[in-house]
């Protein structure tokens, strides 16, 4: 058995929740990324997202160059050059990196898209964050050319090249959408019979259809279906039965995920990790069900994640990285941890932001 598994609760109750860590670690994150996520250069948006969405969380966007940031952001959309290309099935959305943003090298050779539904959400959730206004990108060209990227059972691909296609992609879609605030690009319909199709027997949903329940994929096809306006909030209280998903069976299979050491995992026989602690405590808050789980030790869970560097690790007494970092603070916004940001848990971001107040 993994030794992860194994530590004294003892731990937990010495220590306290450092914010002022985590604003430093996060700091450092956006002045220079260290050596070990030279492999993660693609996705160096995603890496701005959980830095800059992070600091937001501790209440501590001062210390991002906003102008600098939206510059940034801006340059790693991809426009096409007229309404024949924009019609011609690509999607214009952002691309993830520099590393992905071929340069125009001359009129004849064509320059590749490498537009990603996920690079798009993350470009949208920084913008918003740090107080940009949406109204000036150009969203026609997005929202129309996202529609090429849905399939005819509703489900989405990242990319208009073809790759996999499951639930991660079609709640990038339906955040896209909510945050421009224009469903053209999408068939509602559509996408809420995919994700109806991958609730599993136990409650859970899986990536797709007839595939393992896996607490990512159901934090996305709830919040799908709550930014698509398909089930109301705290709808355990109000009338679950009226609900197109089995919200009690769903509920279960939550609860279920909360292990002797308080943290959650994201399925069954799999050890507690931080993310799931955001996953599954999101989709049960969604659900107006939190009142059920085991906060306190919840709480004790995460503080042994909590790195002396700053930061959170995936595991009790790991180092810490940027993925685990984001959703722990996500995790202490949902249990109230004073001087953090109420948190927006269908949208990924604080109340404020997402409001865009």
């Given at each position: 058995?993994?030794?992860?598994?194994?530590?004294?609760?003892?731990?937990?109750?010495?220590?306290?929740?450092?914010?002022?860590?985590?604003?430093?670690?996060?700091?450092?994150?956006?002045?220079?990324?260290?050596?070990?996520?030279?492999?993660?250069?693609?996705?160096?948006?995603?890496?701005?997202?959980?830095?800059?969405?992070?600091?937001?969380?501790?209440?501590?966007?001062?210390?991002?160059?906003?102008?600098?940031?939206?510059?940034?952001?801006?340059?790693?959309?991809?426009?096409?050059?007229?309404?024949?290309?924009?019609?011609?099935?690509?999607?214009?959305?952002?691309?993830?990196?520099?590393?992905?943003?071929?340069?125009?090298?001359?009129?004849?050779?064509?320059?590749?898209?490498?537009?990603?539904?996920?690079?798009?959400?993350?470009?949208?959730?920084?913008?918003?964050?740090?107080?940009?206004?949406?109204?000036?990108?150009?969203?026609?060209?997005?929202?129309?050319?996202?529609?090429?990227?849905?399939?005819?059972?509703?489900?989405?691909?990242?990319?208009?090249?073809?790759?996999?296609?499951?639930?991660?992609?079609?709640?990038?879609?339906?955040?896209?959408?909510?945050?421009?605030?224009?469903?053209?690009?999408?068939?509602?319909?559509?996408?809420?019979?995919?994700?109806?199709?991958?609730?599993?027997?136990?409650?859970?949903?899986?990536?797709?259809?007839?595939s393992e329940s896996h607490g990512g994929a159901t934090y996305c096809a709830i919040s799908?279906?709550?930014?698509?306006?398909?089930?109301?909030?705290?709808?355990?209280?109000?009338?679950?039965?009226?609900?197109?998903?089995?919200?009690?069976?769903?509920?279960?299979?939550?609860?279920?995920?909360?292990?002797?050491?308080?943290?959650?995992?994201?399925?069954?026989?799999?050890?507690?990790?931080?993310?799931?602690?955001?996953?599954?405590?999101?989709?049960?808050?969604?659900?107006?069900a939190c009142k059920f789980i085991d906060e306190r030790c919840l709480r004790e869970f995460?503080?042994?994640?909590?790195?002396?560097?700053?930061?959170?690790?995936?595991?009790?007494?790991?180092?810490?990285?940027?993925?685990?970092?984001?959703?722990?603070?996500?995790?202490?916004?949902?249990?109230?941890?004073?001087?953090?940001?109420?948190?927006?848990?269908?949208?990924?971001?604080?109340?404020?932001?997402?409001?865009?107040?």
């Open positions: 058995m993994e030794s992860h598994k194994f530590w004294d609760k003892s731990e937990s109750n010495q220590l306290e929740f450092d914010r002022d860590r985590h604003i430093t670690y996060l700091q450092m994150m956006y002045q220079l990324l260290p050596e070990a996520y030279q492999g993660q250069e693609i996705n160096r948006l995603t890496l701005a997202y959980f830095i800059i969405l992070g600091l937001d969380i501790t209440n501590s966007l001062h210390c991002v160059e906003k102008e600098a940031v939206v510059d940034w952001v801006l340059s790693l959309q991809y426009h096409p050059k007229d309404d024949v290309e924009l019609n011609n099935g690509e999607f214009f959305g952002f691309h993830g990196s520099r590393s992905s943003q071929f340069q125009v090298n001359n009129d004849v050779v064509k320059v590749p898209n490498g537009s990603h539904l996920a690079s798009t959400y993350c470009a949208l959730a920084i913008l918003k964050t740090v107080g940009y206004d949406l109204t000036l990108i150009n969203s026609n060209s997005i929202m129309k050319s996202m529609k090429n990227l849905q399939q005819p059972d509703g489900s989405f691909m990242p990319i208009h090249t073809g790759a996999e296609t499951d639930l991660r992609f079609v709640y990038c879609a339906a955040a896209i959408s909510c945050m421009l605030k224009d469903w053209s690009g999408m068939d509602k319909e559509r996408a809420k019979n995919y994700i109806i199709n991958c609730q599993s027997y136990d409650g859970g949903f899986g990536l797709i259809p007839g799908s279906l709550q930014l698509m306006g398909f089930i109301e909030d705290d709808l355990l209280t109000r009338n679950p039965s009226s609900c197109t998903i089995n919200v009690p069976l769903l509920v279960n299979w939550c609860l279920q995920r909360q292990e002797m050491d308080g943290g959650f995992q994201g399925r069954p026989n799999k050890p507690s990790d931080t993310c799931y602690a955001f996953w599954i405590v999101g989709v049960l808050k969604i659900l107006g995460l503080l042994t994640c909590q790195s002396e560097f700053g930061g959170f690790s995936k595991f009790p007494r790991k180092l810490p990285d940027l993925y685990h970092s984001y959703y722990g603070l996500c995790a202490f916004s949902l249990l109230r941890e004073p001087n953090l940001k109420p948190f927006s848990v269908e949208l990924g971001m604080a109340d404020v932001a997402a409001l865009g107040i």
